[in-house]
């Protein structure tokens, strides 16, 4: 269908179906296992229901914030989806010119299919980037990367903490890799592709499952980013995570792809919020709490917000867009969520982001209730 026929998130993944060969279909749509998790990053945002603050003059709202001091337009960037050239020929990069043209923070993955220079080169000046990383067993290959990384302006550094090993998705396993298809220019010190196993297990080989706690302060060693960590699930480890000195958290289960029955980044916001108060001041100016995972509408940005998430990480809304109608959709796909934002916030009540308050939400149905 023409774009403009597109009228939310979701209308790009049915194109996106259509339109992708079997295997990139495979690699993107996939979850890990039985696929609940996946599923349940959207039902949790099913179970939390607006309570709606009325007469309050909403001519002019604001959904404009600030993401690890970077100015973003939205409360809302674009989380790292790796093998951007399996879905289109221009891949990463409808995204970067995308999120310049209109001031969205765009993580790059470090699987990314364009190089990173390539991606950096395509941005528009001072447009800011962040940096997913998967750390290498060659530690070296690791520290030159996020040393040029950081020479090259990117903002921030997501360690991704929650793929020692990827996880079993089945769709992906049951189509074969096939040499260099995914137009992936996989990092330096990867060995033994296994090209019978799908994907994403034949580009994963080189990240270090050994990686733990004791290897933060070398990561603070290394950069003067701003450190978050990406894949947090619990309570224990959001307090590990401020005890260790990094600037913020992801809550996310990986869009589903990593350990299956995970419970839903949203779900986990409430009781780690808790668990952070007890800690200190709250908000925490140097500790922030992102939210992914089945984000596809703002009515669900505003609840993570409302919980008390600084922004949320949309992966699979983005990346449809563009393997649908490359940067036309990315840019449309940004456009339907300011105007989402506008709508929602007017009906809320809320007139800025610091207008969200827990009160807006009945979240009495999350297990952690
Ligand atoms: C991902 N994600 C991901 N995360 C990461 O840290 N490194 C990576 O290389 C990738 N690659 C990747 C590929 C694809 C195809 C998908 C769908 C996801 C996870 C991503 O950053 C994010 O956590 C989820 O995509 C969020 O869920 P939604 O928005 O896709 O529902």
Redesign the pocket.
């Known amino acids: 269908p023409p774009l403009d026929e597109i009228l939310n998130l979701h209308d790009f993944e049915a194109v996106a179906k259509k339109v992708l060969p079997e295997k990139a279909w495979a690699?993107?749509?996939?979850a890990s296992d039985d696929e609940i998790t996946?599923r349940e990053?959207?039902a949790a945002y099913q179970r939390i229901w607006f309570r709606p603050r009325v007469l309050r003059d909403v001519t002019s709202v604001d959904w404009s914030t600030t993401i690890l001091g970077q100015k973003s337009s939205l409360p809302v960037y674009i989380?790292?989806?790796?093998?951007g050239k399996l879905g289109h020929p221009d891949g990463e990069l409808n995204l970067t010119r995308a999120a310049g043209k209109h001031g969205v923070i765009q993580?790059l993955?470090?699987?990314a299919s364009c190089s990173f220079d390539e991606i950096v080169d395509a941005a528009v000046p001072d447009q800011p980037l962040f940096l997913?990383l998967?750390v290498n067993r060659d530690r070296n290959i690791t520290k030159k990367y996020v040393q040029h990384a950081q020479k090259r302006g990117v903002k921030a550094l997501?360690i991704?903490v929650?793929?020692p090993q990827l996880g079993r998705r089945e769709k992906d396993m049951r189509m074969k890799f096939v040499g260099d298809d995914a137009g992936a220019k996989v990092q330096e010190g990867q060995s033994d592709i296994k090209k019978n196993e799908g994907v994403?297990r034949a580009i994963s080989s080189f990240i270090d499952p050994s990686l733990s706690w004791k290897d933060i302060p070398w990561f603070q060693s290394i950069t003067s980013m701003p450190i978050i960590l990406?894949?947090i699930a619990t309570p224990e480890d959001a307090v590990m995570a401020l005890e260790a000195g990094v600037q913020g958290i992801?809550l996310?289960?990986?869009?589903?792809?990593q350990l299956d029955t995970s419970r839903s980044g949203l779900e986990n916001l409430v009781e780690i919020v808790a668990a952070l108060k007890k800690r200190g001041p709250w908000p925490n100016p140097n500790f922030s709490i992102f939210v992914?995972?089945?984000?596809?509408r703002a009515s669900d940005a505003l609840k993570a917000l409302a919980l008390g998430a600084s922004a949320v990480?949309?992966?699979?809304?983005f990346?449809y867009a563009f393997c649908s109608y490359g940067q036309d959709g990315v840019e449309k796909a940004i456009q339907i969520l300011r105007d989402e934002f506008e709508m929602n916030m007017r009906l809320l009540g809320a007139r800025h982001l610091g207008e969200l308050v827990p009160e807006m939400v009945d979240a009495s149905a999350l297990h952690s209730h």
């Not at 992914?292 to 596809?296: A, M, S």
């Open positions: 690699y993107y749509s996939s996946i990053n959207r989380s790292a989806t790796a093998l993580m993955p470090t699987l997913q998967y997501f991704t929650d793929a994403a990406k894949g992801v996310s289960n990986h869009g589903g792809r992914d995972g089945g984000v596809r990480g949309i992966g699979r809304g990346l």
